[in-house]
């Protein structure tokens, strides 16, 4: 094998691995978007009593959060305290991120009239604690 038959399958082999990256890439779901929103963590825990969601908004402006529950999906909006920016990352250039934003399907039996939020503006966490249906 000449030394340019062996660089060319390095080659072959080396595009075979990105489209298989591309692919696996985008059949998975980002936590963020290119037209600056970022999807927060969320931990959403059932108790006996009521359903809690932690919400984990870094530079999170808590003072400019709209929470809205429609049809049982339960809505999160917060802009960041500024804007950040990115250069090079991943495949863009540059980057600039504005807000969080994030749906979260609810239970049947969530109550959304006796939702209740706690802020920890120190570490930018939110709590936000429903009641369930008693049935």
Not at 93 to 121: H, K, M, N, W
Request: net charge neutral; charged share 35%; glycine share 2%.
């Amino acid at each position: 094998m000449s030394f340019e038959e062996f660089f060319e399958r390095i080659r072959r082999r080396m595009r075979e691995i990105f489209e298989e990256m591309e692919e696996e890439l985008s059949s998975t779901r980002t936590m963020w978007s290119p037209d600056g929103v970022l999807e927060p963590l969320v931990s959403f825990t059932a108790y006996p009593e009521h359903y809690e969601l932690v919400v984990d908004l870094p530079y999170g402006d808590l003072n400019a959060l709209s929470i809205e529950v429609r049809d049982s999906l339960l809505t999160l909006r917060c802009q960041l305290k500024r804007e950040i920016q990115f250069k090079k990352w991943g495949v863009f250039r540059e980057i600039r991120f504005r807000r969080y934003e994030t749906c979260v399907r609810l239970p049947p039996d969530a109550d959304p009239s006796g939702l209740r939020v706690e802020r920890d503006q120190v570490r930018n966490i939110i709590r936000i604690i429903m009641p369930r249906v008693r049935r």
